[in-house]
């Protein structure tokens, strides 16, 4: 069992920055992918970055490539998300989410592969 708790949410401007972080409990943090999805308002959730287990191979969605960064620090048990250049279209809550690594592809990170999500920290940009 995993437990996972996001903090670093808040209110920033266009063109600001944050970071978001994610502490995960357990002791196979270095097991699981970790990934960061997001949910704006009347929307569904939906992926925005993951770190893949072993290699720390990144993946991103379109709208945020080049100006958000994900990484994980193992020895904490940790998963960041420097998120740059924000928009107000980048207003949304934000979750972490794991599973278990070895069990799914590189290649895809559907929402119900991940059976492990924190609460949520809300992100809002103004413009």
């Known amino acids: 069992q995993v437990q996972l708790v996001e903090s670093g949410g808040g209110l920033v401007q266009a063109g600001g920055s944050l970071r978001l972080s994610c502490a995960a409990s357990?002791?196979?943090?270095?097991?699981?992918?970790m990934a960061w999805f997001r949910q704006a308002p009347g929307k569904a959730r939906e992926f925005a970055a993951a770190?893949?287990?072993?290699?720390?191979?990144?993946y991103y969605e379109d709208s945020v490539k080049g100006r958000f960064t994900i990484s994980r620090d193992d020895a904490k048990n940790t998963v960041y998300l420097q998120m740059n250049s924000l928009k107000p279209e980048d207003t949304a809550v934000y979750y972490c989410?794991?599973?278990?690594?070895?069990?799914?592809?590189?290649?895809?990170?559907?929402?119900?592969?991940?059976?492990?999500w924190g609460q949520g920290t809300q992100v809002t940009v103004s413009s």
């Open positions: 989410a794991a599973r278990v690594g070895p069990l799914y592809s590189a290649n895809s990170y559907s929402r119900n592969t991940f059976a492990y």
């Open positions: 770190s893949r287990w072993t290699t720390g191979s990144t």
């Open positions: 357990g002791r196979t943090f270095t097991t699981y992918d």
